[in-house]
């Protein structure tokens, strides 16, 4: 039974090629997908992002961890000009939003580099 929620980005290679290496590092999950996963969402956007992870608690008593990816070569943020240690600033934002919004969850956040491997996963917050 899946335990954990993803919060990434909308990018096919999470379904193609990298679906193997993902499921090894996290195992079943549910999956919430957002473009470019960490794009600051306004208030609107980011509520909803809460609703539809707390619909899945609803239905998921067993669910008690959040993962929050972004990865390598990403489009959105090539396009705006979005460099790295932007995206990684904006993973941290995200994720601290949600930490306090989902505190039931272990809150984590992680990184895909080009291959698909979850180069790092760094624990922010958790019961």
Known sequence: MAKTIIV?????RFEGEWTENILL???????LTELAGIDPLDEEGFNALVKKAKALLSINSAINR????CHEDC???????IKEEEQLKQLKSLTEKLIKALPQLKVEMGYVDKTGK???LKEVSGE
Do not use: F, M, Q
């Open 8 to 12: 990434r980005c909308v990018d096919p």
């Open 118 to 120: 979850l180069s790092y």
């Open 25 to 31: 590092a996290i195992g079943p999950h549910y999956t």
């Open 75 to 81: 489009a959105w943020c090539k396009a705006n000009n």
């Open 66 to 69: 959040l993962l929050v990816l």
